[in-house]
């Protein structure tokens, strides 16, 4: 549930891309259903300084998922050769060399990180949500 004249909310290859379309929090409320569990829901705002998923910063074949999450982040590449999650003001909370294809990121507090990745030589960044 959410305010569209608020926030645009918009799906590509899996990837949920929240948009602001006014200053101030936004609160969006995400359920889906888990083959498994049933259903599950999760609560965020969104702010106009908030962007979950830039496209034009990561590259087109990672994908890190479930975001948000509240244990494991798969990475979308074997390809990753380091990894870093730290907190918006960029404080280093953990680091990985050669992750492989997932983080367990369940021991950290729930909130809004940072993950910084090196594959092929370049860095990327992307926020992630743990909760």
């Known amino acids: 549930m959410y305010d569209s004249n608020a926030v645009a909310v918009s799906e590509s290859k899996g990837k949920l891309i929240f948009r602001p379309r006014q200053s101030g929090d ?3 409320k995400i359920t889906a259903k888990d083959g498994w569990a049933g259903y599950k829901s999760y609560s965020m705002k969104i ?3 908030t962007d979950v998923f ?6 087109d074949n990672l994908l890190i998922y479930p975001n948000p999450t509240n244990s494991v ?8 050769e380091s990894a870093e999650i730290l ?15 997932e983080i367990n990121i369940s ?15 370049c860095s990327y960044s992307q926020k992630i949500i743990k909760y």
């Open 87 to 101: 907190t918006l003001n960029e404080n280093l909370i953990k680091s990985y060399k050669n992750p492989g294809t």
């Open 73 to 80: 982040l798969n990475l979308g590449s074997e390809e990753v």
């Open 26 to 28: 936004v609160e969006v």
């Open 47 to 49: 702010s106009s300084i």
């Open 54 to 59: 830039n496209p034009k910063d990561n590259p």
């Open 107 to 121: 021991s950290l507090e729930n909130g809004v990180y940072i993950i910084r990745y090196q594959m092929n030589g």
